[in-house]
């Protein structure tokens, strides 16, 4: 086989050719445009062979996209290739491609195929049998999203053109599977309708016919499909791959927040501590976690699971060491336990704990907007009145950045999801320093935690930042906090497409809550003659806070900067401005509201509405804008924006949980049957009111409950899990003492639960 070189604009490819024949570009001068299935704004189909890697066609929506080209005279054609801009988004990936001379009339197809980008992750060719023809049509699906292709070539036979016609094969693609899977089935065709042969070109597998069989062992499957040549046709081969996986092989991976680092420092032994565990195994299209299990000192419970984490409500009885062991356990019946050795004491001490230190961002390095890292903090509960922050904002090397950037600092909480703790906005080329108040993330900022640090920064300097905690002594008003997210997001302001673009949303309050209120951080950003008012930096607006669709108060933006509210001095710019939510060199600190008034609710629909009589008239959305006459730019794109985030805030002195609203703090179970039904009582011990929540079950069931002598005092029934849930149970005339709930659902499984009355 003889190899020549072809210098396109994309690349020096190494073409193969017959050793007869060469293979040659068909020159893309004399390409032109038939049509494409769609495009976005100017990004045509003609931009693929117009010498530029930059431009691209962009199509619109998902695919099939479709384009036929020109190629100006009749050719050989035997081949194309195509570049994408990017290396991920926008690439083609299943492809068909006819060859013809009248576009009323195209062939059965060439070759159909996904590119796999092998040896550059921005282009690929494809080959196949000599065909004569002028217009070429490709049929393509893109990797993600629309297709995005920067250039288009085609390549041609030296040799005159043999008369056959190509059998494309199509071939569905084989899902990942497992080493205990059962025999397989080929289904390639070929458009021929000639029959396809199979042979394994590599892998742990076997082929006959069009079975497929295993061999036990992991690896990754090449199973080429083969139509025969004959008189009038090309052979024509694809190949597919998929991957074997043994599961017997996969760990479950597990953490938690949980550290040796801190004792749990509690007010007294009556509180509880929820341990959270977060716990996955790979594999999740054919592997799970079953449970997750905690052995404390020899006593076995099991974790509640949650979305996206799971937590356990411990109530430690003795102040002392205790060792724990936490298990995940896979549905491939593997384990993994991870042991921590924890002190309980109910002596606390005043510290100053730092989180990231040393911080640097700095754009064009690896960190050149974003800082992640994970850090310890005391564990505890009613012990510290406060936590304060204190946020030191250097410059380093010297080089703060010039500008005033839009910056904030995540925390990230048991299920995953990242919760605002600081919204900040960085001074003018100096450096600064902050203080606020955190203690209503304490529940947050306990134990092992991931922090992320955010600045909108690009390219004129740095920031150096240090965040350390002081941890106050002195007895909380409330024992116990939750943090429930709200709204986290951009939202367009004056928009007349979208007037209210914040969603209302509804929450459902966590039972035990005492006293609530919402933390709202907005910030307003966009000015200019480009839009209506210098609106949102400079716009001095008022905003609506809404409950139940009820408007209970009203937020006012307005931030005076001079003097700077953080006393950060020295900088330069025009700091000394008002803005709306925020100055530059200064933490932005959220507005409170008391919904104390509303914790007995049970949910809670909270609605934000921008100032409803403003209207950016210059938006490209308003349909009566003018450039030049109602803005100088319509379309500058200067438009007002508010960064939201809102967090409702839930305070008790009896255990509270994130993500978990029904509080079910006391997991000291104990289970029986055959298929484990988890029963969990709070409080516990109790005044003579609880509540229940149990692992789902299907049907009816009975609940019972006997005192240490056998005697039964009260008899239950409930239509579902989910009855029992919804009910508050009532032991207020029985005497104080240790009694015994049975619960008997209808399949004959049954749970006991130890229930203690302290009157």
């Known amino acids: 086989m003889k190899k020549i070189a072809i210098i396109t604009l994309f690349a020096c490819l190494i073409l193969e050719a017959s050793s007869q024949c060469d293979t040659a570009l068909i020159d893309p001068l004399n390409y032109s445009l038939i049509k494409e299935s769609s495009k976005t704004g100017n990004n045509d189909g003609s931009l693929v062979f117009d010498g530029d890697n930059n431009s691209r066609w962009r199509t619109s929506g998902n695919g099939p996209h479709e384009i036929w080209i020109d190629l100006g005279s009749v050719n050989n054609v035997t081949g194309m290739a195509v570049r994408t801009r990017w290396q991920k988004d926008g690439r083609v990936s299943s492809y068909q491609v006819f060859v013809t001379n009248d576009t009323a009339t195209w062939s059965l197809g060439e070759r159909f195929d996904v590119f796999h980008y092998a040896s550059n992750p921005n282009e690929d060719t494809a080959y196949f049998g000599g065909v004569s023809g002028r217009y070429v049509k490709l049929i393509a699906e893109s990797e993600k999203g629309d297709l995005q292709l920067s250039e288009l070539r085609f390549f041609r036979d030296t040799c005159a053109n043999n008369g056959k016609t190509n059998q494309p094969i199509n071939f569905p693609e084989i899902a990942k599977t497992t080493t205990t899977a059962p025999t397989i089935t080929l289904g390639a065709s070929s458009v021929s309708g000639n029959p396809i042969t199979y042979t394994i070109s590599s892998g742990p597998a076997t082929v006959s016919g069009n079975q497929v069989t295993l061999t036990k062992s992991?690896?990754?499957?090449?199973?080429?499909?083969?139509?025969?040549?004959?008189?009038?046709?090309?052979?024509?081969?694809?190949?597919?791959?998929?991957?074997?996986?043994?599961?017997?092989?996969?760990?479950?991976?597990?953490?938690?927040?949980?550290?040796?680092?801190?004792?749990?420092?509690?007010?007294?032994?009556?509180?509880?501590?929820?341990?959270?565990?977060?716990?996955?195994?790979?594999?999740?299209?054919?592997?799970?976690?079953?449970?997750?299990?905690?052995?404390?000192?020899?006593?076995?419970v099991n974790a509640i699971q949650k979305n996206g984490f799971y937590y356990f409500g411990w109530q430690p009885k003795e102040l002392k060491r205790y060792n724990i062991e936490i298990t995940a356990h896979g549905s491939n019946g593997k384990t993994t336990t991870i042991t921590r050795n924890i002190e309980v004491k109910d002596k606390a001490t005043a510290q100053t704990v730092t989180g990231f230190k040393d911080a640097i961002i700095q754009y064009g390095t690896t960190n050149s907007r974003d800082f992640y890292g994970t850090y310890k903090f005391p564990q505890h509960v009613g012990v510290y009145k406060q936590l304060y922050a204190k946020l030191e904002v250097e410059c380093p090397n010297g080089n703060c950045d010039d500008w005033d950037r839009w910056a904030y600092i995540d925390i990230k909480a048991p299920d995953g999801n990242w919760i605002q703790i600081i919204r900040y906005i960085t001074p003018y080329n100096v450096a600064c320093n902050h203080e606020i108040d955190l203690s209503d993330y304490a529940s947050l900022l306990q134990g092992e935690v991931e922090m992320h640090i955010f600045i909108d920064t690009w390219g004129t300097g740095g920031w150096q930042l240090t965040l350390d905690v002081d941890y106050i002594l002195g007895k909380p008003t409330y024992k116990y906090s939750v943090?429930?997210?709200?709204?986290?997001?951009?939202?367009?302001?004056?928009?007349?497409?979208?007037?209210?673009?914040?969603?209302?949303?509804?929450?459902?309050?966590?039972?035990?809550?005492?006293?609530?209120?919402?933390?709202?951080?907005?910030?307003?950003?966009?000015?200019?003659?480009?839009?209506?008012?210098?609106?949102?930096?400079?716009?001095?607006?008022?905003?609506?806070?809404?409950?139940?669709?009820?408007?209970?108060?009203?937020?006012?933006?307005?931030?005076?900067?001079?003097?700077?509210?953080?006393?950060?001095?020295?900088?330069?710019?025009?700091?000394?401005?008002?803005?709306?939510?925020?100055?530059?060199?200064?933490?932005?600190?959220?507005?409170?509201?008391?919904?104390?008034?509303?914790?007995?609710?049970?949910?809670?629909?909270?609605?934000?509405?921008?100032?409803?009589?403003?209207?950016?008239?210059?938006?490209?959305?308003?349909?009566?804008?003018?450039?030049?006459?109602?803005?100088?730019?319509?379309?500058?794109?200067?438009?007002?924006?508010?960064?939201?985030?809102?967090?409702?805030?839930?305070?008790?002195?009896?255990?509270?949980?994130?993500?978990?609203?029904?509080?079910?703090?006391?997991?000291?179970?104990?289970?029986?049957?055959?298929?484990?039904?988890?029963?969990?009582?709070?409080?516990?011990?109790?005044?003579?009111?609880?509540?229940?929540?149990?692992?789902?079950?299907?049907?009816?069931?009975?609940?019972?409950?006997?005192?240490?002598?056998?005697?039964?005092?009260?008899?239950?029934?409930?239509?579902?899990?989910?009855?029992?849930?919804?009910?508050?149970?009532?032991?207020?005339?029985?005497?104080?003492?240790?009694?015994?709930?049975?619960?008997?659902?209808?399949?004959?499984?049954?749970?006991?639960?130890?229930?203690?009355?302290?009157?």
């Not at 025969?228 to 996986?245: C, E, G, H």
């Not at 006997?706 to 239509?719: A, I, L, M, P, T």
């Open 218 to 300: 992991a690896g990754e499957v090449r199973v080429r499909a083969t139509a025969a040549a004959t008189s009038l046709l090309y052979s024509s081969t694809r190949d597919i791959q998929f991957t074997v996986v043994d599961l017997s092989t996969y760990l479950p991976i597990v953490t938690t927040r949980l550290i040796e680092d801190f004792p749990v420092e509690v007010v007294d032994t009556s509180c509880f501590y929820p341990i959270y565990i977060n716990a996955k195994i790979e594999e999740p299209s054919f592997l799970s976690i079953s449970k997750v299990s905690l052995n404390i000192d020899g006593h076995e």
């Open 483 to 759: 943090v429930d997210e709200v709204w986290d997001g951009a939202y367009d302001f004056g928009n007349p497409q979208n007037l209210q673009p914040v969603p209302d949303r509804t929450l459902v309050l966590h039972d035990a809550t005492a006293a609530m209120k919402l933390s709202l951080s907005t910030t307003g950003h966009g000015w200019g003659a480009n839009n209506t008012g210098n609106a949102a930096e400079f716009y001095h607006a008022k905003h609506d806070i809404m409950w139940a669709g009820t408007r209970i108060y009203e937020q006012d933006l307005w931030r005076k900067c001079n003097p700077n509210p953080d006393n950060c001095t020295g900088q330069q710019g025009t700091w000394q401005y008002d803005r709306a939510g925020w100055c530059p060199g200064a933490i932005s600190p959220p507005d409170f509201f008391d919904f104390d008034n509303y914790v007995e609710s049970g949910t809670a629909t909270l609605g934000y509405k921008f100032q409803a009589s403003y209207k950016d008239e210059c938006h490209p959305n308003n349909p009566a804008c003018q450039s030049g006459v109602t803005c100088a730019d319509c379309n500058a794109g200067s438009n007002p924006q508010y960064f939201v985030d809102g967090h409702l805030i839930s305070y008790s002195n009896e255990g509270l949980v994130y993500g978990d609203p029904s509080n079910l703090l006391n997991t000291q179970e104990h289970s029986l049957g055959e298929e484990e039904v988890v029963l969990h009582v709070f409080p516990n011990p109790s005044k003579g009111r609880f509540k229940l929540s149990v692992s789902s079950f299907e049907g009816s069931a009975h609940l019972a409950i006997f005192s240490v002598d056998g005697v039964q005092h009260r008899r239950f029934f409930v239509e579902s899990d989910r009855d029992l849930e919804n009910q508050e149970l009532n032991l207020e005339n029985l005497p104080s003492g240790i009694y015994f709930i049975e619960l008997v659902v209808n399949t004959g499984n049954r749970v006991s639960q130890k229930l203690v009355l302290e009157k």
